[in-house]
C-alpha cells in the first residue's frame, strides 16, 4: 500500500470510530424489540428444529440396554446380558411409567412395539431373577430379531433423522440405508405438493383477477377510485376468520351459492361446495386478493401515463402499446404481489380446516393434527422444518428481489 | 369509460369490458363480508337470502351466553396487553431504524418482519412447545408474548413510514435549545409521530383480537378468546349465534378501519 491509501483507510477507521455512538444508540433502540423477538419469536422456533431431531427416549429409558448392546455384533441375536440390562430397564421404566413413552417413539420405526414393551414391562415386573432371554423371546419372538435391536441400538443417539426422513417419505432400514416409504404410508410429498399446488392456483387467481383491479384503480377519477380501494381495504381489515366464516356459510348445500345456481338453472342439482377442493381455492382466492392486488396498484400508479400515450402516437396499436410498453413495467409490483400471496398461502390453516375436505388439508393442518390428535410432536415439528425451509426460500427470494422495507399496509 | 380522446372504438370496448370485470372482482371481495349481516339478524336457523322474518334472537343468545362473554373479555384484555407492548417496542425500534447510523438495517428489517411471513402454525407450535417448558401454555402472559410477537411488524411498519416523512431537525432544535432527551420525545417526536403509532396501535390490536391459530394452542377453556370460541363452534355444527359473532367482528374491523382511515387522512393534509 502506499502512504495515500494507507490514508484513506485510516481516514475511513477513523470515521467509522466516530460514528461508533450514533451507531450504538441507533441500535440500542432496536434492541428491546430485537431481544423480545429471539426470545418470543426465534426461540420457539429454535426448538420446533430441535424437536425435529430430537431423540430423548430411548437414551432415558433403556440407558443400560444400549451399553449392553455396545459389544453386539449387530447381526445376530443378541446374549443374555442384554435381556437383563433391558428387564432392569423396563422395571425402572414400569416404576417411572415411563415404558410407554419408549413403547410409542419405538412405535414409530418397529410396528407392534408399543404393545410388545408395554406387554414385556409387565412381564419383567413380576420376575425376579435370569435368565431373561428366553422368558422375552418365548413371549414375543422378535425379541430375538436382530432388526429390532439394530434399530433400539441406532436410537441411542441423541439426535435422530427419522422424523425430517418420514416428513419427506422417507426413511431408515434397520442397516441404515436411506428408502422410499411404499404405498399409502407415503403420504407428505403428497401432502407439500398439494400445498404448493394450492398456492400456486390461489397466486394466480388472485392475479389474473386483480391486475385489472388494480390498472382500473388508477384510471378512476379520483373520488371513484377511493371508493373502489376501500372494497380492497375492508376485506382485509377483516378478521380472516370471519371471511372464511362468510365463505363457510355461502358454499353450504343448501347456501347462498347454490340457491343461485339453481335459480339461474345453471345445475339441475346441488353442488358439493363446501369440503372440497374447489371451495378452498375460492375462499382463499378472495382472502388473498388484496395482497396481491396492493402492490400491484403501488407500482401502477408510478408509471407516467405520457408513455403510453407516446407510444401510442409513434403508432403502435393498443395491445401492443399496452403489452409492450406497460405490462413489463409492472412486473416488478406483480412479483412483489405474488410472491407475498404465494407466502401466505403455503401457511393456510384456518381456511381449509374450515372449508377444505380431508383431502384438501394442507402442511399447516397436518403439523395441528400431530400436534393435537397423535401427539407425535417429532413429526409435527419435522413438517414444520419442512414447510418452514420452503417458505423462507421464498421469503429470501422475495427479500433479493423486492425488500423488506417495501412491505406496506395499504 | 375513462379514456383519451384518441381511443379507438374497439378500445372503448376493451376498456368498457375492463372496467366490468374490475367491478365485478370489487364485487366479490366485499360481498362476502356483509352477507353474514342479514343473516345474523334472521329468525330463522337457516343460512338462506331473502329472510323471511328478522329478530335479535341470536344477539340475545350470544349476550346472554357466559361462554361467550368470558371469551370477548378474554379477547380484550389479551388484545389491550399486546397492543400496549407491541406499541411500546415496536415505536422504540422504528426509532432506532429510521436513524441514518443503523448498523445492518436491511438484515434486522428482515428479522423485525419476519413474523409476518413464517407460517402462523409454526409460530403456534414452536410457541407451544417452547412456552410450555417454562408453564406458560395455558395462560393469558404466554398467549400475549406470542401475539406481541406477531403484532410488533405492524407497529415498526407503519412507524417507519411515518417517520420517514418527520423532520428530524425538530427533534435536534428542541434538543440544542436545552431539552432533555425525554422532553424532546415525548414533546416533539412524538406528537409529530403520533398517527404512525396510533395506526401501528390499532394494527396490533387488531392483530390480537382477531388472531385464531396461536389461541387454539395456547389456550384453554378459562382464557379461550372469541375467535377460537368462533372455530371451535364453525367446526362443531355452524350456527346462527356464531353469525352474531362474526358480525359484531365486522363492525368492530370497520370502527378500527375508520380509525385508521382518519388517521391516515390526516397525515396526508
Known sequence: MTVAEIDRVNIFMAVRRAERPARRAALSLALPLIVFLVVAFVAPILYLLVTAVGNPETREVLPRTLEALQNWDGASTPDEPVYAALAADLKVAKDNSTAALLGKRLNYEISGMRSRVLATARMVEKLDTGPYKEKFLALNQDWGSPETWAIIKRNGGSLTPYYMLTALDLKQAPNGSVERVQGDQAIFLDVLGRTLFVAGLVTLFTLILGYPVAYVLTIAPKAIAGIMMLMVLLPLWTSLLVRTTAWVVLLQSDGIINDVLMALHLTGERVQLIFTRVGTVIAMTHIQLPFTILPIYSVMRSIPTTQLRAARSLGAPPSSAFWRIYAPQTLPGVVAGCLMTFILSLGYYITPALVGGPRDQMVSNFISTYINRDLNWGLAAGLGVVLLVVTLAIYLLFLRLVGADKIKLG | ?269
Open chain 2, 1 to 269: 369509460m375513462w379514456l383519451p380522446s384518441y381511443a379507438t372504438p374497439s378500445e372503448r370496448i376493451m376498456r368498457t369490458l375492463v372496467v366490468a370485470f374490475a367491478v365485478s372482482v370489487l364485487l366479490f371481495l366485499i360481498a362476502p363480508l356483509f352477507i353474514i349481516v342479514p343473516l345474523s339478524f334472521s329468525k330463522d336457523p337457516f343460512f338462506t337470502l331473502p329472510v323471511r322474518e328478522y329478530s335479535l334472537r341470536w344477539y340475545a343468545d350470544f349476550f346472554g351466553n357466559a361462554r361467550w362473554m368470558n371469551a370477548i373479555a378474554n379477547s380484550a384484555v389479551a388484545a389491550v396487553m399486546t397492543t400496549i407492548l407491541a406499541t411500546t417496542l415496536g415505536t422504540l425500534a422504528a426509532l432506532g431504524i429510521s436513524r441514518p447510523d443503523f448498523p445492518a438495517r436491511r438484515l434486522i428489517m428482515a428479522l423485525l418482519i419476519s413474523p409476518m411471513i413464517v407460517p402462523i402454525v409454526i409460530v403456534a407450535v414452536g410457541s407451544y412447545l417452547f412456552f410450555g417448558q417454562f408453564g406458560l401454555t395455558n395462560t393469558r402472559t404466554g398467549l400475549v408474548l406470542a401475539h406481541t410477537a406477531l403484532a410488533t411488524p405492524f407497529v415498526v411498519i407503519t412507524v417507519t413510514a411515518t417517520l420517514s416523512t418527520y423532520e428530524t431537525n425538530l427533534t435536534r432544535a428542541a434538543l440544542s435549545l436545552g431539552a432533555p432527551p425525554s422532553a424532546a420525545f415525548f414533546r416533539v417526536t412524538l406528537p409529530n409521530i403520533l398517527p404512525g403509532v396510533i395506526s401501528g396501535a390499532i394494527f396490533a390490536f387488531a392483530t390480537s383480537f382477531d388472531e385464531v391459530v396461536v389461541a387454539l394452542f395456547m389456550t384453554a377453556a378459562e382464557q379461550r378468546t372469541l375467535p377460537v370460541q368462533m372455530f371451535s363452534g364453525i367446526r362443531d355444527q355452524i350456527n346462527p349465534t356464531i353469525m352474531a359473532a362474526a358480525t359484531l367482528l365486522l363492525a368492530l374491523s370497520i370502527i378500527l378501519f375508520a380509525m385508521l382511515a382518519l388517521l391516515t387522512r390526516r397525515r396526508v393534509k
